[in-house]
C-alpha cells in the first residue's frame, strides 16, 4: 500500500514538474485519473496518471479499469486486489468512468475558454 501511495506523489511530482497549463487552473488531485489496467499488456506493475482532455478514454473503461482507490482499498479490506474479471462491480466501473469523463469535460471546458494557454502548452511542446 505504501508503495503504491509513493508511486502516486512521485508521479504527480513529475506531472506538477512538467508546467503543464492546466495546472495552474486545477490541483493535479482533482483532475487527474490513477489507476492500474487488467489483464496488463506490459508484464510488471506500472500506475497510469492521465490528465485529461482524455484522447483515449477507453483506457479508463471497466472491466480493465482499476482506479488507485478500489486498489487501495481491495488491499485494505480484503488483503488482495479483487479484480472486475473475477468479482463484478459494472455499478462502481460507470461511477469511475463518469467521474474521469465528467473531469474530461471540465478541463476540455478549460482549455477552449483559456486559448493563451493552451498556445504556451503547444510551443513547449515543440521544444
Do not use: C
Not at 53 to 75: A, E, G, I, M, T
Amino acid at each position: 500500500i505504501e508503495m503504491l501511495q509513493h508511486m502516486y506523489e512521485l508521479g504527480k511530482r513529475e506531472l506538477i514538474r512538467r508546467n503543464i497549463p492546466v495546472l495552474k487552473a486545477f490541483n493535479v488531485d482533482e483532475i487527474v485519473a490513477v489507476g492500474f489496467n487488467y489483464p496488463v499488456s506490459i508484464k510488471h506493475l506500472h500506475l497510469h496518471l492521465i490528465l485529461p482532455p482524455f484522447y483515449h478514454s477507453r483506457v479508463l473503461q471497466y472491466p480493465r479499469w482499476h482506479p488507485l482507490h478500489k486498489v487501495l482499498n481491495d488491499l485494505r479490506t480484503y488483503g488482495v486486489v479483487r479484480v472486475y474479471q473475477e468479482v463484478a462491480d459494472p455499478e462502481e466501473g460507470k461511477r469511475t468512468y463518469d467521474r474521469a469523463m465528467s473531469k474530461h469535460r471540465l478541463v476540455s471546458t478549460w482549455y477552449e475558454t483559456h486559448p493563451k494557454e493552451v498556445a504556451a502548452l503547444s510551443q513547449a511542446e515543440k521544444t
